[in-house]
Every structure is written in structure tokens, then in C-alpha cells.
């Protein structure tokens, strides 16, 4: 069952450490078949060592194992949730990345301080608040899942403009439309974080980027005249005057 789609997530679990996202087992990828209701994720606590593609375990949108002879992630009811909720994501990733844990610890947004981060993110990339002790204690997982979708409507942000989050005292979620490019925005967020670090150490002047530039940055890639990169109208046209 979903056999490509097991490839696929395993080949992104196994960017992970490649791009210096995890220590020993501490993240994971998902991605799912939204025909057949399903979604594939990496096995709780296994070494990317030893981590092989048919290890993947297919688990169905209510969070039951329907396939796989090892445990799915712990953080499997958060990813069901999202999938739940955010109903046009195909991939989901979860890492303690150190940069970005550095301030869901402290509890800040990672600002767009630059272009690097607007590339990617269309503002701030939020933290949630801290979950209650009942919460913790009833469904922790679940409720982590329920506490990132919460902010967001709250915030009345969309979710595929800026596909990451921080929860409280915990760590980064990303998504994206597939698992590699959840992946992706994994990397660009830690990377963001670390430059936003050094940045807010060296002045304690405003240095958000301006309205305009972060419009300029994110729509040049993801707007409806989107010019970046290689598979865009503009750059086809561009192809083939040269």
C-alpha cells in the first residue's frame, strides 16, 4: 500500500539530518494520499541510521494505524489534526532545529527581518501559546495539533503563506504541498531564525522588512506573476525570446 508515497517520505525523513535539522530521532516527515485518505509517517524513535523506506508506517485521517509493523511517530495526532484542518497541505514536517526551538522557548515570532525569510514566509512566523496543564495531561499531541490551527484562525493567517509554526516551549511545524518541500520550509525557517538572532543582538532598532518588500519578495515566487525560478509563464516566455 502507497508504496511511492513510502519512498517519497522516507527520501525526506532522510533530509533531515542531511540538512542539519535533527539531532539522534528528534523530527519527523509525513505525506499523504488525499484520495485514499491516507498518510504515511516516519516510526517513532527509529535511528535515520537504520530507517528504511517500507519502515514507514500508513496511518488513515481519524490517527489508526492501517499498515506498518512498527509504532508511528509520537507526533503522529498532530499531523492528523493538520491534515484535518488544513485540508490542501500534502506534507508535514516536525524537527527541534535549535534556532527555531530558540524562540518557541522564548515564546516570540520569528520576525521577517529579511528576504531571505520573506522569500518564503508572508509575515511573521507565529507562536502559539502555551498549552494548558489539562490539555498536556487529556491529549498532548492532539491538543498541539488543536492549539496550532487555533492560532492561526485567530491570528486569521493563511496557512500556505506562511506554511510553518511555532509551538510554545517546543519546536517548529512546517507543511507544504508535498513532503520535500515541507522539508524545504523547515530549512528556510531555521535559517531564518538564526538570522533574525543575530540581527535582533546587533540593534534594538525596528528592522522588520517594509510592506513592499515583502510583498516583492513573496509574490515574485508564489504571487500570480510570479517570475522566479524556471517554471513560471514569465520565465518560459523569457526562454524562449532568448
Given at each position: 500500500m502507497l508504496e511511492k508515497l513510502k519512498q517519497e517520505v522516507y527520501e525526506?525523513?532522510?533530509?533531515?539530518?542531511?540538512l542539519d535539522?535533527?539531532?539522534?530521532?528528534?523530527?519527523?516527515?509525513?505525506g499523504i494520499d488525499r484520495e485514499k485518505g491516507l498518510f504515511v509517517i516516519k516510526p517513532s524513535g527509529v535511528s535515520y541510521e537504520e530507517m528504511k523506506p517500507e519502515d514507514m508506517v500508513v496511518v488513515n485521517l481519524k490517527g489508526e494505524v492501517v499498515e506498518g509493523d512498527?509504532?508511528?511517530?509520537?507526533?503522529?495526532?498532530?499531523?492528523?489534526?493538520?491534515y484535518n484542518e488544513f485540508p490542501d497541505?500534502?506534507?508535514?514536517?516536525?524537527?527541534?532545529?535549535?534556532?527555531?526551538?530558540?524562540?518557541?522557548a522564548a515564546e516570540i515570532d520569528v520576525p521577517a527581518l529579511s528576504t531571505t525569510h520573506a522569500d518564503t514566509f508572508y509575515g511573521d512566523v507565529p507562536v502559539t501559546p502555551a498549552l494548558t496543564k489539562q490539555e498536556i495531561e487529556e491529549a498532548y499531541e492532539e491538543n498541539t495539533g488543536k492549539v496550532i490551527v487555533r492560532e492561526f484562525k485567530e491570528r486569521n493567517l493563511d496557512h500556505n503563506a506562511v506554511p510553518a509554526v511555532l509551538v510554545s516551549q517546543h519546536g517548529p511545524f512546517t507543511w507544504g504541498a508535498t513532503p520535500d518541500k515541507a522539508v524545504y520550509n523547515a530549512k528556510v525557517l531555521e535559517v531564518a531564525a538564526e538570522i533574525d538572532y543575530?540581527?535582533?543582538?546587533?540593534?534594538?532598532?525596528n528592522i522588520e522588512v517594509p510592506q513592499y518588500l515583502l510583498d516583492k519578495h513573496y509574490y515574485r515566487k508564489h504571487g500570480k506573476n510570479a517570475y522566479y525560478g524556471q517554471n513560471n509563464a514569465k520565465s518560459k516566455e523569457h526562454a524562449q525570446r532568448k
Open positions: 525526506a525523513n532522510m533530509q533531515l539530518p542531511k535539522l535533527v539531532t539522534f530521532t528528534w523530527g519527523n516527515v509525513s512498527m509504532n508511528p511517530s509520537s507526533d503522529t495526532p498532530t499531523h492528523t489534526v493538520l497541505i500534502g506534507g508535514i514536517v516536525h524537527t527541534h532545529s535549535p534556532w527555531a526551538v530558540s524562540f518557541a543575530h540581527a535582533l543582538q546587533m540593534t534594538r532598532r
